[in-house]
């Protein structure tokens, strides 16, 4: 059973350490392209607050460890995590050498229903949690590029209403606030994204019989947190690129606004317990700000591609950790 512990540990925090230069891009592509940060000192500054970020909550890690299905009551729960994290893996590598801005989140809820189902049943799976939590994922993009809209255009109005159209006098102060913005958004994808590698350890945990409840403990909250940390400081290029480049043209102003939207959507879903995906609420933020100044620039193209992926992540995820439970179970 410490083996089966150990086992589950290490590829969950494998998961967390890939998630965190998968989706580096989420916090920093904006301050990247405007030259707001230097490549370098962005990915340290997003590696710093991710971890501070991961250790502060761990109620989305709740919602993970017992919202898809209850580990106490799951015949070969462990071998249900396993086969969830390494397809969870495998999904998320694929997208990254693709440069492709997948969802994590939408990776693991996929991969954890398809195995729970192979391991016992469709009955097994808790439905109304798990539409619940597949209704904030699918919401949340649409959310996001509603708001983010609507922030750019208020933040147009009041530069209008001001009088200050020096573009280089806005560049200058927008790229300095975009320091701050891309801070609060490290601290926000570090207050979800972490939880969910830890809410996967807590369902091991409960499986094997280690402890009763879904509290997440100090030791995993800490390892949690360093994991990703560390793989944010590695630094997903490919996607950096796919984000900085590859949706539209991104100023200082867009930039900031970008963040600042994306922060908010997410702390608030933290702070509902409700795990998203900040990959597709940040992507939508850029093209909900990039919108309203420059509409018929958005590189449609790639949006389509980006929601495509989106929208084959979870079924693809089920039925592959369905197979992989197979082989899996197996062996153990």
């Not at 590029?145 to 560049?171: D, E, P, V, Y």
């Not at 495509?308 to 197979?326: D, E, F, G, N, Q």
Request: net charge positive.
């Amino acid at each position: 059973m410490l083996t089966l512990l150990f086992i589950i540990v290490g590829l969950a925090l494998l998961f967390d350490f890939i998630n965190g230069f998968h989706d580096t891009a989420n916090a920093i592509a904006t301050s990247i392209s405007t030259r707001a940060l230097s490549p370098k000192v962005a990915v340290f500054f997003a590696a710093t607050l991710n971890f501070i970020g991961a250790v502060y909550s761990s109620e989305v890690a709740k919602t993970i460890g017992g919202k898809v299905a209850n580990p106490a009551t799951i015949e070969n729960g462990v071998t249900v995590v396993i086969a969830a994290l390494i397809t969870a893996i495998i999904w998320n590598l694929v997208t990254w050498y693709f440069g492709i801005p997948s969802s994590s989140s939408h990776t693991l809820i996929g991969a954890l229903a398809g195995a729970v189902v192979a391991g016992a049943g469709i009955s097994a799976v808790n439905w109304s949690g798990f539409k619940e939590i597949i209704a904030i994922l699918i919401l949340s993009p649409m959310i996001a590029f509603a708001t983010g809209f609507i922030i750019m255009w208020i933040i147009k109005q009041i530069i209008f209403a001001s009088g200050n159209h020096s573009r280089s006098k806005l560049n200058r102060m927008f790229r300095f606030f975009q320091i701050f913005s891309a801070g609060l958004l490290s601290l926000s994808h570090g207050g979800n994204d972490a939880q969910k590698a830890m809410g996967i350890i807590v369902f091991g945990m409960v499986a094997l019989g280690y402890q009763t409840n879904l509290d997440v403990p100090l030791w995993v909250k800490l390892c949690a947190a360093t994991a990703m940390g560390l793989g944010t400081s590695i630094g997903g290029w490919k996607i950096i690129k796919t984000m900085s480049k590859n949706l539209i043209k991104i100023e200082p102003i867009n930039g900031f606004a970008s963040d600042l939207n994306s922060s908010i959507v997410i702390q608030i879903s933290t702070a509902m317990g409700m795990p998203l995906s900040t990959t597709h609420v940040i992507s939508s933020s850029i093209i909900g700000t990039g919108s309203v100044l420059r509409f018929h620039d958005v590189k449609w193209a790639t949006v389509t591609k980006m929601v495509m992926t989106w929208v084959i992540t979870i079924p693809i995820s089920m039925a592959l950790s369905y197979l992989i439970y197979k082989v899996v179970s197996l062996v153990i």
